[in-house]
């Protein structure tokens, strides 16, 4: 792996494809463990965790429902806060076990915005998954259920995630260098 130029930044090499296998099937499996015989509705979060959800959904053994979400609050390097909702999930919630599938949690504004808004159809459950967490940018108080790896508070593209709208088909994750 190098390094690699999107519009005017430069990112290196941060977490390869290999590690990046290793969590997802770890969390699969966790999730196959915690949900057999619940049939969950797994609430991916657009655009970022597509390629996150697509991996996870294979390797996940019991059965599963899927729905979407298109939802914004980044622009450039940063969270602005402020959500923009492109769409919503289709499937009526009542009283069912949701996971929400999401790519990374820097803030965690998008993921509680997402929680009320879900929590409001009174479904049974609403975990989250995340492939990344920036611990430090954290704003809440509360775990997550299913987190894949930590990471620092820097900013990062590839597997599903961009820099305006540039990176998200790179295979491993790389990091902004900063010179
Ligand atoms: P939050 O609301 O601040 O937690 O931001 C969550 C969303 O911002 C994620 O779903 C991503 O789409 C985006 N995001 C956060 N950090 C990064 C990053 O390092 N690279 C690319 N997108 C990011």
Redesign the pocket.
Same mark, same amino acid.
């Given at each position: 792996m190098k390094q690699i130029t999107l519009l005017d930044l430069t990112f290196e090499p941060f977490i390869s494809t290999e590690e990046i296998e290793r969590t997802v099937i770890a969390i699969a499996a966790q999730i196959d463990n915690d949900y057999r015989g619940r049939n969950p509705i797994l609430l991916i979060?657009l655009n970022?965790a597509f390629i996150f959800a697509a991996d996870l959904v294979r390797k996940i053994n019991i059965p599963i429902r899927l729905d979407f979400i298109k939802i914004?609050? @980044?622009h450039g390097t940063a969270?602005t806060g402020e959500m923009n909702e492109h769409f919503l999930w289709k499937s009526n919630l009542e009283g069912e076990h949701v996971i929400i599938i999401?790519?990374?949690?820097?803030?965690?504004?998008?993921?509680h915005y997402l929680q009320q808004k879900i929590g409001a159809q009174h479904p049974a459950s609403v975990e989250v998954a995340c492939l990344l967490k920036?611990p430090t940018a954290y704003q809440y108080h509360d775990t997550l259920k299913y987190e894949g790896m930590s990471i620092e508070d820097k900013?990062?593209?590839g597997y599903g995630?961009? @820099?305006n709208g540039l990176g998200r088909d790179l295979d491993a994750i790389y990091s902004l260098k900063v010179s």
């Open positions: 979060v970022g914004s609050s @980044y969270s999401e790519d990374i949690v820097d803030t965690g504004h998008t993921l920036k900013f990062v593209v995630l961009d @820099y």
